[in-house]
């Protein structure tokens, strides 16, 4: 039933679909994986612990060690990369 709807249709369905969701029916048919594996991959996010954590985050090794594996393919998709880290602002007692 779902592979028989139009891809806009299933693209707007994904809209409203959690990653873990859409990984999931993407492993459902052939058909399926063809319209949301693209989507799945579109934006890759890379979240550090902390601000200090993005000092020693290696981007080169991620896509290095995705090269040569089975994955490599996906990244053709990704349109769009994200760096975050919760930046705290420390506030300092001075005494005068």
Not at 22 to 45: C, D
Not at 66 to 93: G, M, W
């Amino acid at each position: 039933m779902l592979e028989a709807l139009p891809v806009e249709i299933l693209s707007s369905i994904a809209n409203w679909l959690s990653p873990r969701d859409l990984r999931f029916l993407s492993q459902a048919s052939r058909r399926l994986h063809s319209v949301f594996i693209p989507l799945l991959y579109h934006t890759i996010n890379f979240c550090a612990a902390s601000e200090w954590a993005l000092n020693v985050i290696n981007i080169g090794t991620f896509f290095r060690l995705h090269e040569v594996s089975k994955d490599s393919c996906y990244l053709q998709y990704t349109r769009e990369l994200s760096i975050s880290a919760p930046i705290v602002f420390a506030r300092f007692n001075r005494s005068v």
